[in-house]
């Protein structure tokens, strides 16, 4: 079988290459090895930087050479690589990703995916045979289970600060001040994002202490990413710190919870129960509720506003 000339080979690399350098983010010559190993193009790192060099002298690319590796992206107004063409169902997927996640993805990866954000929205215009992807964007929507509220402002450049320092494992300065007006210049180590209803906040760990905190995003004032990196503590989970309670203002404290409810009021909790050891006593007129849930404020809050829809309320500490 013939060998295909160098050529078609070098042709194939630089494509590849070009597909895979971003906008609005660099990206080192290891890092497009591994990714090219990890399709299928085996390719030594000599030859790599070799091809990348090339490319920059007749491509819109920056090449930063402050220091090893060097770093790469496309210039900020250039064309970059055409896309391949989105199907339908692909440019739909991309347009719900983009209203959904852009909170909660870093700021630089939601930069670097603008061209197939664009793509998509082009491909979904006003072509009969995309009709129906168009049409179904105005058939799903996430609802709020309690009164809307409109989001605080966040200020952008702390998003981007705050956002690409998590992604990043990089140390963050913050100017932050809570909500009883008291303010704090201190360097966190950023651990998660989380969105509650309509606000969002940073897990972080204070510099010097081993315990998290949550920092209300619209709080933070200023923020900048440090160029010192962190190894993420592997003992911290963001389901776990979820799951203990602590965005509802708990500890992570099980309790047995007993209750009893109007059938009006509690009817939602057959269907949707509290825990998965939910029990249920159906009375003449009320359900006693008994369930394993963590306790916090929040939890309290949710029982007071039931009002005296709910009674006989018990909670047993089920801590060693």
Same mark, same amino acid.
């Given at each position: 079988?013939?060998?295909?000339?160098?050529?078609?080979?070098?042709?194939?690399?630089?494509?590849?290459?070009?597909?895979?350098?971003?906008?609005? %983010?660099?990206?080192?010559?290891?890092?497009?090895?591994?990714?090219?190993? @990890?399709?299928?193009?085996? %390719?030594?790192?000599?030859?790599?930087?070799?091809? *990348?060099?090339?490319?920059? !002298?007749?491509?819109?690319?920056?090449?930063?050479?402050?220091?090893?590796?060097?770093?790469?992206?496309?210039?900020?107004?250039?064309?970059?690589?055409?896309?391949?063409?989105?199907?339908?169902?692909?440019?739909?997927? *991309?347009?719900?990703?983009?209203?959904?996640?852009?909170?909660?993805?870093?700021?630089?990866?939601?930069?670097?995916?603008?061209?197939?954000?664009?793509?998509?929205?082009?491909?979904?215009?006003?072509?009969?045979?995309?009709?129906?992807?168009?049409?179904?964007?105005?058939?799903?929507?996430?609802?709020?289970?309690?009164?809307?509220?409109?989001?605080?402002?966040?200020?952008?450049?702390?998003?981007?600060?705050?956002?690409?320092?998590?992604?990043?494992?990089?140390?963050? !300065?913050?100017?932050?001040?809570?909500?009883?007006?008291?303010?704090?210049?201190?360097?966190?180590?950023?651990?998660?994002?989380?969105?509650?209803?309509?606000?969002?906040?940073?897990?972080?760990?204070?510099?010097?202490? @081993?315990?998290?905190?949550?920092?209300?995003?619209?709080?933070?004032?200023?923020? %900048?990413?440090?160029?010192?990196?962190?190894?993420?503590?592997? !003992?911290?989970?963001?389901?776990?710190?979820?799951? @203990?309670?602590? /965005?509802?203002?708990?500890?992570?404290?099980?309790?047995?919870?007993?209750?009893?409810?109007?059938?009006?009021?509690?009817?939602?909790?057959?269907?949707?129960?509290?825990?998965?050891?939910?029990?249920?006593?159906?009375?003449?007129?009320?359900?006693?509720?008994?369930?394993?849930?963590?306790?916090?404020?929040?939890?309290?809050?949710?029982?007071?506003?039931?009002?005296?829809?709910?009674?006989?309320?018990?909670? /047993?500490?089920?801590?060693?």
């Amino acid at each position: 079988m013939s060998r295909r000339p160098d050529s078609l080979e070098t042709l194939q690399l630089s494509h590849e290459l070009l597909r895979r350098i971003p906008k609005g %983010r660099t990206i080192t010559a290891p890092e497009l090895h591994q990714q090219l190993a @990890d399709a299928g193009f085996e %390719r030594d790192m000599r030859t790599i930087q070799r091809q *990348l060099e090339t490319l920059a !002298e007749f491509y819109e690319l920056d090449r930063d050479d402050s220091s090893k590796p060097y770093r790469y992206c496309w210039k900020e107004r250039a064309k970059g690589l055409s896309l391949p063409n989105l199907s339908p169902q692909e440019s739909l997927l *991309l347009m719900l990703a983009e209203q959904q996640l852009s909170s909660l993805l870093p700021a630089k990866l939601m930069k670097s995916m603008e061209g197939f954000f664009t793509q998509a929205r082009s491909q979904l215009g006003d072509k009969a045979s995309t009709q129906r992807e168009r049409e179904w964007l105005q058939k799903v929507r996430v609802v709020s289970t309690s009164q809307p509220l409109l989001p605080p402002k966040i200020d952008p450049s702390v998003f981007d600060q705050v956002s690409n320092a998590l992604y990043g494992n990089q140390w963050l !300065e913050v100017d932050y001040k809570n909500a009883a007006g008291k303010r704090t210049t201190a360097r966190v180590m950023p651990l998660g994002l989380a969105q509650q209803g309509p606000r969002m906040y940073l897990v972080c760990r204070f510099d010097g202490y @081993d315990n998290e905190r949550s920092l209300a995003l619209h709080r933070i004032l200023s923020a %900048r990413a440090s160029n010192l990196t962190f190894e993420r503590p592997k !003992e911290f989970d963001l389901k776990q710190y979820d799951d @203990d309670g602590r /965005f509802g203002y708990g500890e992570g404290e099980h309790v047995r919870l007993t209750f009893r409810i109007e059938k009006e009021a509690g009817q939602h909790l057959l269907e949707s129960p509290l825990s998965v050891d939910q029990q249920v006593v159906e009375l003449d007129d009320a359900y006693k509720i008994t369930a394993t849930v963590v306790h916090s404020e929040m939890l309290e809050w949710w029982l007071r506003g039931f009002g005296p829809a709910v009674s006989s309320v018990t909670k /047993f500490s089920l801590q060693e």
